[in-house]
């Protein structure tokens, strides 16, 4: 770090990479030094929107610069190889990776050896754990407001492929309903239970051969908790995207979603709290509110050399748990 700040460069400049990088450029000791992207197109544009910020197409052009971090905002598929040319070249020790952290459980695992030796901080982007209704839901479960919590039901859905008979390449891109959706959904059921295993897994599948529109699985774990998730990009009636989470427990329910959260005690009357109540906001809004926290907190993290949460040994479990789904599905016959 100079006395600029941390050099900050982001590789892969499509929807994310843009927000993230619009972000960071307005977070106090931070300096967007590069952007890195293939396309012709998109260097030619950003050359007139970002100034004195380098830009490049090809990774190893980032390796003389000095940088602190890299944020990796590319397609999943290409996460395990641009992250691990990043720690192999040295081009920087702290790395963001958007979510989710890989393409397979292995190649999760094979990135956390890499974070791991690098010894730097290292991050993956699952910003609903920013969000301050899940936040809420967090400490009141911590709080041991529910007792003993029994079962819960998880969803995220959406209509971005209601009747959508051709696949345009673009659900290909985001890997499948499962990666996209429901990682996040997951992601939160491990932040708030802890590890969990698949019982009983279904994908369906229609015109994109080897990815699903729909999933259904069902987990547990060691306490003989049980949960289920329902996961749609193919939804009607959910423009936007929305993840929610209904938990039961000995003393009560809570009810969750992206915009609320209740607590239902089972003596006394229900409290409701909307994102407004819960102080939502930030210092610069784009996006939405939970990136520039997450954003604001990994550079702290690096700043001040602490680990990150979600890290990316903590964001392999739930590659782990997508590669259960999968297996567990084709095991018995449900895709």
């Known amino acids: 770090m100079d006395d600029e700040g941390l050099k900050v460069a982001v590789v892969g400049l499509g929807k994310m990479g843009l927000l993230h990088a619009g972000i960071l450029n307005t977070l106090e000791g931070v300096k967007l030094a590069a952007v890195c992207d ?11 929107l970002l100034g004195e910020v380098k830009i490049v197409g090809d990774l190893e052009k980032l390796s003389d610069l000095g940088l602190d971090v890299v ?22 020790r702290n790395v963001f990776v958007e979510k989710t952290l890989a393409s397979s459980y292995d190649e999760a695992k094979g990135m956390c050896r890499l974070a791991q030796d690098s010894g730097g901080v290292n991050m993956v982007g699952y910003m609903k754990r920013f969000a301050v209704t899940f936040r809420k839901a967090k400490e009141l479960l911590d709080h041991g ?43 939160l059921a491990l932040w708030f239970f802890g590890d969990l295993e698949v019982d009983t897994a279904r994908l369906e599948p229609t015109k994109k051969a080897g990815l699903e529109d729909s999933v259904s699985f069902t987990v547990r774990n060691s306490k003989d908790l049980k949960g289920s998730f329902d996961i749609s990009w193919c939804k009607e009636g959910y423009r936007m995207p929305e993840s929610g989470i209904l938990v039961i427990g000995s003393e009560g329910i809570i009810k969750m979603d992206d915009d609320k959260v209740e607590l239902i005690p089972a003596h006394g009357k229900p409290i409701r709290w909307h994102k407004h109540d819960l102080d939502d906001s930030v210092g610069f809004l784009l996006g939405g509110s939970e990136y520039f926290r997450e954003d604001e907190y990994f550079i702290k993290s690096v700043s001040n050399g602490k680990m990150a949460e979600p890290s990316f040994s903590t964001a392999s479990r739930v590659d782990c748990i997508i590669t259960q789904v999968k297996t567990k599905a084709d095991q018995d016959g449900q895709r």
């Open 38 to 48: 293939k396309s012709g197109l998109i260097r030619r544009f950003l050359r007139k």
């Open 71 to 92: 944020y990796v905002t590319t397609p999943i598929p290409s996460h395990f190889p641009v992250t691990r040319s990043i720690y192999s070249r040295r081009i920087a």
């Open 145 to 187: 407001d529910l007792g003993d919590v029994t079962s819960f039901d998880a969803y995220g859905y959406s209509s971005d492929f209601l009747g959508v008979e051709r696949d345009s390449g673009t659900s290909g891109s985001r890997g499948g309903v499962l990666a996209d959706l429901g990682s996040h959904v997951i992601d």
